[in-house]
């Protein structure tokens, strides 16, 4: 499918790009919310999903303080849809939750619940982004194994590269085992 406007491939299908880090304060979820906010202004439906369950900002970032976010939908308040906010050139935002107990320490089920509803909200957007926590967290694992693509940002730091380094290793072997699963 072609857009008449700008005559630019649309996908079909919604792109789904976690970013993630092996260390916290290489610049996520800059390079998060800067590519979703591109995607945006350029004409694209985007959501960027601010999936660090443990310390979230990206609503901070842009000076916005929600009035639901992640933790609502994990306390069963309302739905993910109800907690999306728009921001600039109408980037929709799922706000995570910063400091709250239940969603730091979420089960795995949660995360699972909270993927299938992302997964429903897909449709709507060309593009699904989610600003992952750092480290290897089951949760952060999770949203980037249901991504298509996650992109690992990291900074010239040598603690950086060697986090870095473990991460890529442990999703190629998380990566492999499924496929060996699957066989």
């Not at 249901?146 to 603690?159: G, K, M, Q, Y």
Request: net charge neutral; proline share 3%; aromatic share 4%.
């Amino acid at each position: 499918m072609t857009d008449s406007r700008t005559s630019r491939h649309i996908p079909k299908q919604p792109r789904t790009l976690a970013i993630t880090g092996g260390k916290g304060g290489v610049g996520k979820t800059s390079v998060a919310l800067n590519l979703s906010l591109t995607l945006a202004r350029e004409g694209y439906r985007v959501l960027l999903l601010d999936g660090d369950t443990d310390l979230a900002n990206v609503s901070i970032m842009l000076g916005r303080y929600p009035e639901r976010t992640l933790a609502n939908v994990m306390a069963g308040e309302c739905s993910l849809r109800d907690v999306i906010m728009e921001a600039e050139w109408g980037l929709h935002i799922i706000p995570g939750a910063s400091g709250v107990e239940q969603c730091v320490d979420m089960a795995a089920e949660e995360s699972l619940r909270v993927l299938k509803a992302l997964s429903r909200l897909e449709k709507n957007y060309d593009y699904v982004i989610t600003d992952t926590a750092s480290g290897l967290q089951k949760t952060g694992m999770h949203m980037i194994a249901a991504a298509e693509l996650a992109c690992v940002v990291v900074t010239p730091d040598p603690a950086s590269l060697t986090d870095a380094f473990s991460l890529i290793k442990l999703l190629i072997r998380r990566a492999t085992e499924g496929r060996r699963a699957c066989w």
